[in-house]
């Protein structure tokens, strides 16, 4: 995905964080990042509101984690589909 905008930092760079960013795993200068590019960045700031949305959902209905080579696969699977919709930067 991008916007056609230019940014200090990629859209991909910034949608290829926002799960790390949702969970606050980024260092503080990386959050400072991608949040300014999420204020400037009007289809990257839709596009982490979805996720951020379907991440509450499977939270709510999952009491367990997710194993890491499901969500590996289920990454990888949404980056391709992106790919296949040509919206991948």
Do not use: W
């Amino acid at each position: 995905m991008s916007c056609g905008n230019p940014h200090e930092t990629p859209c991909a760079d910034v949608l290829d964080r926002v799960y790390e960013y949702i969970d606050g795993e980024l260092d503080s200068q990386r959050v400072h990042v991608i949040k300014e590019h999420l204020d400037e960045c009007g289809p990257c700031l839709r596009e982490f509101g979805l996720e951020e949305a379907v991440k509450a959902i499977v939270k709510r209905s999952c009491s367990d984690p997710a194993p890491t080579d499901l969500r590996t696969k289920v990454l990888a699977h949404i980056a391709a589909a992106r790919h296949d919709m040509g919206t991948d930067g």
